[in-house]
């Protein structure tokens, strides 16, 4: 970093004093800080006072700060001095601030800087017309946009010699001027064609809308391979608790035999012995009783037939 000094003696203006408008606005600066902590306006007043003077800060308008907010004189001469953001000494009408950082040096910031030595003179020195100063800094955060240069408030990005060059007519002729890019770029995007992210299904949303789809069926099928699973788990312990079914049903079990049932076909509620003996075959304690005489097979557990003698 460079040795900052006041501007010499010759060429300090005798007096400074905010205009009746910046005073107002410095009162509101104020204002916005708790009583004892006035100071902290200091920046914003003497970039105020930068500005009333043409674009730098004279040694009587950083003693007038440091009265405005009650400083020490030495306390407001530091900052003015530390932040490079303050000219100590006048500069054009056209202050041009050109990045030498890496970024803008790869891409030809050392071309832009002899355009301005031959144009403008040496660095930090003010044009014989009053238009035109320079000065170089460091990085101005527009480093995709290299090489660049701040004039005034203002960016002017991806400059060649040439544009640079019309640039500077423009300014000092008056005319418009294109702020930020000059080489037809919008922003900070590639130079010349897209080469990535070119697929326009980026950006109408089927991209996001096919991925969902995908998780909402992945998710649904694990619902249903989780309901699957539960229910076959519920007819498991359901057939676990269910008692064996005997390999040989009784007929008087048989639904096709109920009395109920042969009542409504018109049979007799008790079937006949024969048919009795036919539908028993499987049952050998039935047949033998069936064998043995005029007992009519029994009907439930309960009523076997078999009558206590005696
Ligand atoms: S290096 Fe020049 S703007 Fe960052």
Not at 189 to 201: C, F, H, I, Q
Request: hydrophobic share 40%; aromatic share 6%.
């Amino acid at each position: 970093m460079s040795v900052r000094r006041l501007a010499p003696a010759e060429i300090q203006p005798p007096s400074f004093a905010f205009s009746a408008e910046n005073a107002v606005w410095a009162g509101h600066q104020i204002a916005k800080y708790p009583d004892g902590r006035q100071a902290s306006a200091v920046i914003p007043l003497l970039w105020r006072a930068q500005k009333q003077a043409g674009g730098w800060v004279p040694q009587k308008a950083i003693e007038h700060v440091a009265e405005v907010l009650g400083m020490g004189y030495i306390r407001v001469l530091e900052i003015a001095t530390f932040y490079t953001m303050f000219n100590l000494v006048p500069v054009g009408r056209h202050f041009v601030q050109l990045c030498g950082t890496t970024p803008c040096m790869l891409r030809g910031a050392q071309e832009l800087r002899k355009q301005l030595v031959g144009r403008i003179g040496p660095e930090k020195t003010v044009s014989a017309d009053g238009e035109f100063s320079w000065a170089e800094v460091e990085c101005l955060g527009a480093c995709c946009n290299a090489p660049m240069v701040q004039i005034n408030d203002d960016f002017y990005e991806d400059l060649t010699p040439e544009s640079l060059d019309k640039l500077l007519d423009d300014l000092a002729a008056g005319r418009p001027v294109k702020i930020g890019p000059q080489n037809g770029r919008v922003s900070s995007e590639p130079e010349g064609a897209v080469t990535t992210l070119t697929d326009s299904t980026l950006y109408d949303g089927s991209v996001v809308g096919a991925w969902r789809t995908r998780f909402e069926q992945e998710e649904k099928a694990k619902a249903e391979a989780a309901a699957a699973a539960a229910a076959a788990q519920a007819e498991a312990e359901a057939a676990k608790a269910q008692p064996a079914t005997p390999a040989t049903t009784r007929p008087e079990q048989k639904a096709s035999d109920s009395p109920a049932k042969r009542v409504a076909e018109g049979l007799p509620p008790v079937p006949a012995a024969a048919d009795h003996a036919a539908s028993a075959a499987t049952a050998p304690e039935q047949q033998e009783r069936v064998r043995g005489g005029s007992e009519a097979p029994a009907t439930d557990a309960g009523n076997t037939g078999d009558k206590p003698k005696g």
